[in-house]
């Protein structure tokens, strides 16, 4: 299953004609927590000149002329306000023993205004989220929302926001809050709430709103453009907010130019299918699977159910593929879900932000597997303190605990390197630190991917090899007391 990252890459990567698709990542959207303190009732179920018509027939007042005398409106919209409670049943309008008509309350009415008189406001705690970018209350709660540890552990860029100052109740209008409100309650059914003031902010932790960060360069990678992708959706306001707080420069990203991927070899080069064809059908693809069991038999063709199920077929059946730079992530995700005989990675730099404990959870599952072998190799040439010990320390304990699994440092350059089962990706992709650059400098790698048997076992005899001998280079080796103790046992 693709993560919000790379759909929103498939759907948007062609949104800015003459611009490539160079990063799509995860992005976190300053926000608080209000707890607010606030002054609501009950929402009236009738229109303001209607809940007056029938109040003022309560109180003896049953000529349409005297209420708008009251009320100092005209007696046209009083007469709209009485017909449209006779339609309701809440009032009768007949006439006197002086032939002028009266609005008289029936039992219905009556009711209504005793409810009408039952109103009233009270003091309450409302949770409302606030987006510290747009500067403004948003539709969501806490469990829609991250802490910074969470968002910087997941390896989201931190978005600016608009201002660094608490929010005031001045910044959250009742008008603002009763707009989300009545959304909220249709949705849920929840009885209706107006709130008539915000009294005061009580709490406002600040979170994070989980968002994707599209980033476009032109062919000469002079120029940028941004789109922020909100609730799965492009959102103009946010990017419109960001640019005015600052823009790219703010978030400090800088888009390098690629390292490319290594040399194929050239029947596989030839057989390559590019890039603007791979995108197109990703794109297609994307589109919600058929309704009834999902197969391509229930898709009528024409519909866009249809689309995606030929567009999915076409891209499993091309051999030798461009993999476009956003779809890595999802290809060693996919690896580690489906591998089911062999699962090669070759990566220079290992981070804590990829290596955590769901990715070792992924490889923990994949490594119980009967009768697949793994191989990890790093380092690759790069110096060793580029690396986080912790994510080196996590990879190697798996090791010990698996024996199928061999992990070990490379010291010779290699070429970055997935293999699982009989699929090869070539690419520069940093398979094992995409996620957390401390300079945040992007390269938009494209790779290809190979489904040609004899080519991926090729590559999958050379590195497990190296990966086993840079194993056996750095393995302990047993002292000579402890070989001449064990030879006289």
Partial sequence: MADTTVIAARRYSDLHPGYRLAYAGEAAVPVSLLTLDVLAQKR?????????????????????????????????????????????????????????????LTYGGRRAVQELSTVTPLRTEHQRAFDRLLWKPIPHGRRDLVTRADAEAQGMLLLPAARTADVVSADVTPRRLNLLLDQAQQDNGQ???????????????????????LVFTSD????????????????????SALHQAGGLERTKIQIAPAVGEPDLPAPLRDQRTPYEVVCDLQRRAVAPPPA??????TALPGTAAHESVTARAELDALTVRCVPPFEHRELLTAALE?????????????????????????LEIMLRRSGLTAHIGYGLGHDLAHSDTIALTRLHELARRHPQLTVAHVPDPQPNILIFDNTWVNSGFDWLSFRDQPTHTYRPEEGTLVRDKTHVDGQHTHYAELITRADAATSPKPSRAGSRRRRRS
């Fill in 44 to 104: 009236k179920r009738l229109p303001l000149v209607d809940e007056f018509v029938l109040r003022l027939a309560d109180h003896g007042i049953h000529k349409t002329a005297n209420m708008a005398a009251v009320l100092g409106i005209d007696e046209p919209i009083v007469s709209e306000a009485v017909a449209r409670q006779l339609s309701a049943e809440a009032v009768e309008y007949r006439p006197d023993s002086l032939g002028h008509r009266r609005v008289l």
């Fill in 191 to 213: 009885p209706p709430i107006e709130v008539l003031s915000v009294e005061a902010i009580t709490r406002q932790p600040r979170l994070y709103l989980p968002a994707v960060l």
């Fill in 220 to 239: 000469t990678v002079d120029d940028q453009r941004f789109n922020l992708i909100v609730d799965d959706m492009l959102s103009e306001p946010h990017d």
């Fill in 292 to 297: 009834g069991d999902g197969t391509p038999a």
């Fill in 338 to 362: 489906t591998a089911r005989t062999r699962f090669l990675l070759a990566a220079p730099i290992v981070r804590d932000a990829v290596v955590t404990g769901d990715f070792l959870a992924k």
